[in-house]
């Protein structure tokens, strides 16, 4: 019997199926809904709101096996408080931006926190998924077990689609044990330097779980067993940072995190940006910055493409505007095919990710 501390458990796939089927076959567009605190991110979806909060509960759970499946619906803070009861989190750290967050929310968003360039991100936690497909088929994709490659690797396809592919019914991710402890230190030092000692510390076999500059300070965090952890923390020296800092960086309440138009620079982590046209924030070691700034997007998208990387309007797009960095012809080919095998009646959060798909 799967443990489960979540109060309300309920299988909605047959309700969710019969609202797909008859969308599908009138091609009406519908918007999936779940806790909704992401529906800032990406672009307006205009179609009818397809809830799927009340298809919740854990599904299966056992902590020796480091696997849990729960439905789409079920809130992320449940599936958190029940994880940390039996010494386990999500390796991803995923933000958390209201109670009504949900599993199903934090798979399609593929927002990950800071432990993300030292243990992964969603796509890496996710073994399995069900989801519904435009013809109302609960397609189970991948497992639960990390070597099985069942649906040939499609279940990862559903972190970061944002629902554009499919309406997932459940999710099986691979948990991590908590660390015995933790420690987080801070330097004053300005980003050039930061970017160095962020360098020579991630040469050597250190516990890191996070590394980020708020535009003032160097903040680092050690994560394991006790004495691996007393013994990185007394090398790498520093004050002591604000307990509270690592978890507003991951539930995004610093500034300007909370800006109302925000930019999202994902970029290899050695890559020097320089000359940000706004306030920023860095975090994945640098591998991340957060941007606020009214610059034209066609220069923020330049800063990020001319290192490798791209730019994501995490927050504030008009209602015309590109979210996301626009697509090549060969990879545009490539998603509308991958549209039109999973959801061949278009009616899947159209326009979400990109115009016309």
């Known amino acids: 019997m799967p443990i489960s501390t979540v109060s309300e458990s309920a299988d909605q796939s047959d309700r969710l199926a019969q609202a797909v089927r008859a ?17 800032f991110y990406g672009r307006a979806v205009p179609g009818d709101p397809l809830d799927v909060t009340g298809h919740r509960g854990i599904v299966a ?38 109670v ?10 593929g927002l990950a926190g800071p432990r993300r360039p030292f243990a992964g991100g969603v796509r890496d936690s996710v073994l399995g998924v069900t989801v519904l497909n435009g013809k109302a088929e609960a397609l189970r994709l991948g497992g ?32 991590a044990p908590m660390a015995a402890a933790e420690v987080s230190r801070s330097f004053d030092v300005d980003w050039t330097r930061a970017r160095e000692i962020i360098t020579g510390l991630m040469r050597r076999p250190l516990p890191l779980s996070g590394a980020a500059h708020d535009g003032a300070r160097l903040h680092l ?36 995190l909370t800006a109302p138009r925000l930019w999202r620079l994902s970029i290899p982590r050695t890559a020097i940006v320089d000359d940000l046209p706004g306030r ?12 606020e700034s009214d610059a ?25 505007e590109a979210v996301f960095t626009p697509l090549s012809g060969g ?17 899947f959060n159209p326009g979400r990710m990109y115009e016309g798909l």
């Open 23 to 39: 969308a599908s076959a009138d091609r009406r567009p519908l918007r999936i809904v779940g806790g909704d605190t992401k529906a």
């Open 61 to 98: 759970y056992e902590p020796s096996e480091l696997v849990i499946t729960a439905r789409a619906g079920t809130p992320i803070v449940d599936i958190e408080r029940l994880l940390a009861d039996h010494g386990q989190m999500l390796a991803f750290e995923p933000p958390v931006l209201g």
């Open 100 to 109: 009504a967050s949900t599993l199903g929310g934090v798979v399609a968003s």
């Open 144 to 175: 639960t077990v990390f070597k099985n490659v069942a649906g040939f690797d499609g279940f990862r396809l559903m972190a970061g689609a944002l629902g554009t592919l499919g309406v997932l019914l459940d999710v099986s991710i691979r948990v």
């Open 221 to 256: 965090r050690v994560s394991g067993a006790e004495g691996a952890v007393a013994a990185a923390a007394a090398e790498i020296g520093g004050d002591a940072s604000p307990e509270t800092f690592w978890r507003d960086l991951k539930d995004r309440r610093l500034a300007p």
């Open 280 to 291: 920023w924030l860095r975090d994945w070691a640098g591998g991340e910055i957060w941007l």
């Open 296 to 320: 034209a997007a066609a220069t923020i998208r330049a800063l990020a493409t001319a290192v490798g990387g791209h730019a994501t309007l995490y927050r504030g797009a008009d209602p015309d």
């Open 331 to 347: 990879l545009l080919a490539l998603h509308r095919r991958l549209k039109a095998a999973f959801d061949p009646a278009g009616v």
